[in-house]
């Protein structure tokens, strides 16, 4: 059975990061094959993990909008775009939808994508799915599943407000989630006491924190990749932690 992990939260929370530092995680504990998808159209996870990305899917959606080349059936066509555009590496293969959707109907060029993708999820024992803000990738892509949400939010009142927005989002658009969790990134110490108070309000289950840690951002800057943070860095040792505890 695959596990779908899905990302989620307001821009700028730490989604891509942690989703890196998640397939780091899952690396070194031996669990692989792992598909990693970037759906958010302003894809960056490949930069978090270090990896090249030459062509995305969004291509290929256009590509079948315009029809497909003769002599090839639109599901052939789908399914080779879907291998070009897969990078492998090692453990893990990570795929790309690239932009999101312009004038013109998509909507069978969606349906024939969502369908390939459930066959290809199939392949892998653990999916990570990096999101942009919205849910609407979630509901078209992975079939309304979701073994785990990751919520993050930043450690504000208004985030949390965000993530509790989501997580209602969620339940509205009756997706399949069996278990959500929140994390909170960018803590300075501890957390406030009206940060708490605002999670159990919102009656979201908080797994754990992450501190601010000015190497991931001395990595941003030097252009290396956030997977190759030490292992004793604050945030992969926090995350860690919360990564076991979600997957006991
Ligand atoms: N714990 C952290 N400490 C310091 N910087 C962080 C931390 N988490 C994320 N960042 C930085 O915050 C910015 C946004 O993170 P990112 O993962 O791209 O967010 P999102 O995917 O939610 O938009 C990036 O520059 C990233 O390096
Ligand atoms: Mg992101």
Redesign the pocket.
């Given at each position: 059975m695959t596990m779908t992990i899905a990302m989620a939260?307001?821009?700028?929370?730490?989604?891509?990061?942690?989703a890196g530092l998640l397939i780091r995680f899952l690396l070194k504990k031996g669990i692989k094959p792992i598909l990693a998808v970037d759906a958010?159209a302003n894809a960056?996870l490949n930069e978090?993990l270090g990896l090249e990305v030459t062509t995305t899917l969004g291509e290929a959606r256009e590509g079948l909008k315009d029809g497909v080349p003769t002599g090839m059936t639109r599901d052939l066509y789908m399914e080779y775009k879907v291998q070009e555009s897969l990078v492998e590496s090692r453990g893990y293969d990570l795929l790309v939808m690239g932009r999101p959707e312009g004038a013109g109907c998509y909507c069978h060029a969606n349906t024939l994508l969502s369908r390939y993708m459930e066959s290809l999820c199939g392949n892998y024992r653990v999916v990570v799915m990096?999101n942009e803000a919205g849910m609407e990738h979630i509901s078209r892509l992975i079939s309304r599943q979701a073994d785990i949400l990751l919520i993050?939010s930043d450690p504000t009142q208004r985030g949390i407000l965000a993530a509790r927005r989501i997580r209602d989002l969620a339940l509205e658009l009756k997706l399949d989630i069996k278990k959500e969790r929140l994390i909170i990134?960018?803590v300075n110490g501890e957390l406030p006491s009206t940060v708490r108070e605002a999670v159990d309000s919102a009656g979201l289950n908080l797994a754990g924190c992450?501190?601010?840690?000015?190497l991931?951002?001395r990595y941003?800057t030097q252009g290396r990749p956030?997977v190759e943070l030490p292992d004793d860095a604050g945030?992969v040792q926090a995350l860690n932690e919360i990564f076991e505890g979600i997957l006991d």
């Open positions: 939260g307001k821009g700028g929370t730490g989604k891509t990061t942690i958010d960056n978090v990096d993050v990134n960018r992450v501190p601010e840690d000015e991931i951002s941003d956030t945030s």
